[in-house]
C-alpha cells in the first residue's frame, strides 16, 4: 500500500505533510542533483547534448514542481 493509504491520520493534510517529511527530502535532493548535474551539458559545443541538457533540466525542474504544489492537492 502506498504511504498515505496506510496512515492513521485523520485529515488529506496531514498524511501529506507526513509522506513529505518521509520521502521529500530524498525527492529533492534527487531532482536537485539532476538539475544541477543536466544543466552543466547546456554549455556543451556538441548541439545535441545542449539540447539534451535543457530538456533534462526543464522536464526534472518541471515535474519536481508539479509533484511539489500541484499532485499533494489530489
Known amino acids: 500500500?502506498?504511504?498515505s493509504?496506510?496512515?492513521a491520520?485523520?485529515?488529506?493534510?496531514?498524511?501529506?505533510?507526513?509522506?513529505?517529511?518521509?520521502?521529500?527530502?530524498a525527492?529533492?535532493?534527487?531532482a536537485l542533483t539532476t538539475v544541477f548535474s543536466?544543466?552543466?551539458?547546456?554549455f556543451c559545443t556538441?548541439?545535441?547534448f545542449s539540447t539534451f541538457g535543457v530538456i533534462v533540466c526543464l522536464?526534472?525542474?518541471?515535474?519536481l514542481l508539479f509533484t511539489t504544489f500541484f499532485l499533494p492537492a489530489l
Open 9 to 25: 491520520l485523520d485529515t488529506r493534510a496531514a498524511r501529506v505533510a507526513r509522506a513529505w517529511r518521509a520521502t521529500g527530502s
Open 5 to 7: 493509504a496506510t496512515s
Open 59 to 63: 522536464s526534472t525542474a518541471l515535474s
Open 27 to 30: 525527492v529533492v535532493s534527487g
Open 46 to 48: 556538441i548541439h545535441f
Open 38 to 42: 543536466s544543466f552543466l551539458l547546456v
Open 1 to 3: 500500500y502506498h504511504l
